[in-house]
């Protein structure tokens, strides 16, 4: 399988979970669709008026169609560039096109000319971004091209772990907030100190040795410097720092530039299998009210009204389990024995939150791992 093959492969996975998220759950209004009154509707829905609420999710849709793009382009290497270019963002407005008018006739889904937009524009951004890391990498970023090449599968984990930190990437800046978050992230509740400190710390770990795989020589530099990004989280919207989460933040730090004989793969998957077992399984109070089970992938975050915070969750949870995929990868376990333990201590876990309030058991955490085990493998491939 040749590189360029597995980009499509990547952009197909793309398109399928946007057609999942943006049609879900399916559930057809009475009277079916009517294209003449969805065409109407559509081009008559541009907002009256424009708010925080609206610019943020025109943001969040940009950001859902940027790989679209970048892949959309990237897959068509050996074109013309203005063809790739061309061809890539006709088809993510063609896409956002298309999902706007089926919305009109399906249950709890609003039908956008904005979204439209916005869907358009983050398409032409991933275009554009494709381009200008072409022309970087050839000039003034050469030396970084071998091993962002080799190392595509910890740079893609890389950029999900700062996402899930930054994300909505929309500054929330004034005294008050910036006071009331500090006093929140001082009310430390004692019993998560323990489960926050050893999943960030697992996570600061992963990321070093991620990180020591791109960068090299340069990796504690680069790591001391992203520690900015823990402040920098008391002025993004939505996001809520934790006295926890820093001191998390320091251990990783601190293991991961300390002088080890051995290799560091091995023992931060290990870490990090067991920060995924005791979050998940934290307050270790068992009822003997069962919970329900979802089997509708992603059936939680779609059922929330605010999309900001389940979508932390997500790249929280992405960076998580991709990360322990590639670390146990990279310790010498097969990438399919590491997709299964993933995958069995996650339905594990999840079949025991039906019995452990407040988690939602469902099916979406071992679809997720299984997921990211394919996509991983896919960017793997040269």
């Known amino acids: 399988m040749t590189s360029v093959r597995s980009v499509r492969f990547l952009f197909l996975i793309i398109v399928a979970l946007i057609l999942y998220g943006s049609l879900y759950p399916g559930v057809p209004r009475p009277g079916g669709l009517d294209p003449a009154a969805a065409v109407d509707y559509l081009f008559h829905s541009w907002p009256r008026r424009f708010d925080a609420r609206i610019a943020v999710d025109a943001l969040l849709n940009m950001l859902i169609y940027a790989p679209l793009g970048w892949l959309g382009y990237a897959g068509l290497a050996g074109a013309p560039r203005a063809l790739r270019a061309a061809a890539a963002i006709a088809f993510g407005c063609l896409l956002s096109f298309m999902v706007e008018l089926a919305q009109f006739s ?52 890389i950029l999900c772990w700062l996402s899930y930190h930054l994300f909505p990437f929309v500054p929330s800046i004034g005294v008050y907030r910036v006071t009331v978050r500090l006093h929140a992230m001082l009310a430390v509740a ?38 900015a990004v823990l402040p920098a989280r008391l002025l993004i919207v939505h996001q809520q720092l934790m006295l926890a989460e820093v001191l998390g933040a320091l251990l990783g730090v601190a293991l991961t530039l300390a002088p080890w004989r051995a290799r560091r793969e091995a023992p931060a998957a290990v870490l990090l299998l067991a920060s995924l077992a005791v979050s998940g399984l934290a307050p270790f109070h068992i009822h003997d009210a069962a919970a329900s089970f979802s089997w509708r992938p992603f059936h939680a975050s779609f059922q929330t009204a605010n999309w900001e915070p389940a979508g932390i969750i997500l790249l929280r949870k992405m960076f998580r389990y991709g990360a322990f995929l590639w670390l146990a990868s990279r310790s010498g376990m097969r990438p399919g024995r590491a997709a299964a333990i993933l995958t069995i201590a996650l339905a594990a876990i999840e ?32």
């Open 351 to 382: 079949i025991a939150q039906i019995h452990i309030p407040p988690h939602t058991p469902e099916i979406t955490d071992p679809v997720l791992a299984l997921l990211l085990a394919f996509s991983l493998r896919l960017l793997a491939v040269r």
């Open 190 to 227: 004692a019993s998560s100190l323990p489960v926050e400190t050893l999943a960030g710390m697992a996570e600061w770990l992963a990321a070093g040795v991620l990180l020591r795989a791109i960068a090299g020589p340069a990796t504690p530099q680069l790591l001391v410097a992203l520690l």
């Open 106 to 157: 399906l249950e709890g889904r609003v039908t956008s000319l904005l979204d439209v937009v916005s869907n358009g524009c983050g398409t032409v951004a991933g275009v554009f971004g494709a381009q200008l890391l072409d022309a970087l990498l050839a000039r003034r970023l050469a030396r970084w091209k071998e091993p962002l090449a080799r190392e595509r599968a910890a740079v893609v984990l």
